[in-house]
C-alpha cells in the first residue's frame, strides 16, 4: 500500500453514461497524475497537477475527459458520454516534487469496463 | 518510434541467474529515469528512480543510465519466481511540456 487511495476501484457502466473516480494522493505530495492503461500496454499519461494548477494535458485526452483537484488534496476524473473505447485501468499517481526528483507512486486503480 | 522502447518478451531465466531488462528512449533531453514492476492485475510499483549517468544499485537490483546512449536497464541479480512480473521503463520528458512516458513492458518469467 503506498498510500494512494483510488475509489471505485470497479466500474461497470453503460455507453453514454458519465462516470467520476477520485483518487487520494500521500497527503505532503504536490503533483498528482492520471494514467490510462489497457492491456499489454505502459501506463499512458492523461494529465497531471502541481498542487491545485492543471499544468500539462495530454492532446489524447478529449474534450469527454475533464479533471479536477481542487484544494490541491483529492482529485477527480470525470468521462461523460463514455464509449466502449473508454474501457480500461484509471491509474493515479502522486509525488513530492523536489528539485530534478519527482518520483511518483501509484494506487491501485479503478478499473472502467463499458458495455 | 515509440518515445520509451522496451522489449516485450517474455524474457524467461531461471532462478538464481541474472536478468537483464533494456529500454531506450528517444528525448534526448529527459533527466529522470524509473524502473517500476507491475504484477498482473496489480498498479505499478516503483523499484528504482536512477538521475545521472552510471550505475545505481539496491539490493538486488541495478539500474544503469548512459544519457549518450539513451539507454536505461535494470540488472536482477539472483532471481527468484517472486520476480516474474511486468518491468516497466519510464522516462519524464521535459521537452515540450512536462510528460512522463511509459514504455509497454517487458514480462519476465523467473522459472523455478
Known amino acids: 500500500d503506498t498510500g494512494v487511495s483510488q475509489d471505485p476501484r470497479h466500474k461497470i457502466t453503460k455507453r453514454g453514461q458519465n462516470v467520476t473516480f477520485r483518487c487520494d494522493p500521500i497527503?505532503?505530495?504536490?503533483?498528482l497524475y492520471w494514467y490510462r492503461q489497457t492491456l499489454g500496454q505502459g501506463p499512458e499519461f492523461l494529465t497531471y497537477f502541481q498542487n491545485e494548477a492543471q499544468l500539462e494535458k495530454s492532446r489524447l485526452l478529449s474534450d469527454r475527459f475533464s479533471a479536477e483537484r481542487p484544494k490541491g488534496s483529492f482529485s477527480t476524473l470525470e468521462i461523460q458520454r463514455t464509449e466502449q473505447g473508454d474501457s480500461a485501468m484509471y491509474l493515479c499517481?502522486?509525488?513530492?516534487?523536489?528539485?530534478?526528483?519527482?518520483?511518483?507512486?501509484f494506487g491501485p486503480g479503478t478499473r472502467l469496463t463499458v458495455l | 518510434q515509440k518515445e520509451v522502447e522496451q522489449n516485450s518478451g517474455p524474457l524467461s531465466v531461471p532462478e538464481g541467474a541474472i536478468a537483464s531488462l533494456n529500454c531506450t528512449y528517444s528525448?534526448?533531453?529527459?533527466?529522470?529515469f524509473f524502473w517500476y514492476r507491475q504484477y498482473s492485475g496489480k498498479s505499478p510499483e516503483l523499484i528504482m528512480s536512477?538521475?545521472?549517468?552510471g550505475d545505481k544499485e539496491d539490493g538486488r537490483f541495478t539500474a544503469q543510465l548512459n544519457k549518450a546512449s539513451q539507454y536505461v536497464s535494470l540488472l536482477i541479480r539472483d532471481s527468484q519466481p517472486s520476480d516474474s512480473a511486468t518491468y516497466l521503463c519510464?522516462?519524464?520528458?521535459?521537452?515540450?511540456?512536462?510528460?512522463?512516458?511509459f514504455g509497454a513492458g517487458t514480462r519476465l518469467f523467473v522459472k523455478a
Open positions: 497527503s505532503e505530495h504536490n503533483r
Open positions: 499517481a502522486s509525488s513530492l516534487q523536489q528539485g530534478r526528483t519527482d518520483t511518483q507512486y
Open positions: 528525448d534526448r533531453g529527459s533527466q529522470s
Open positions: 519510464a522516462v519524464i520528458r521535459n521537452t515540450g511540456g512536462f510528460k512522463t512516458i
Open positions: 536512477i538521475y545521472s549517468n
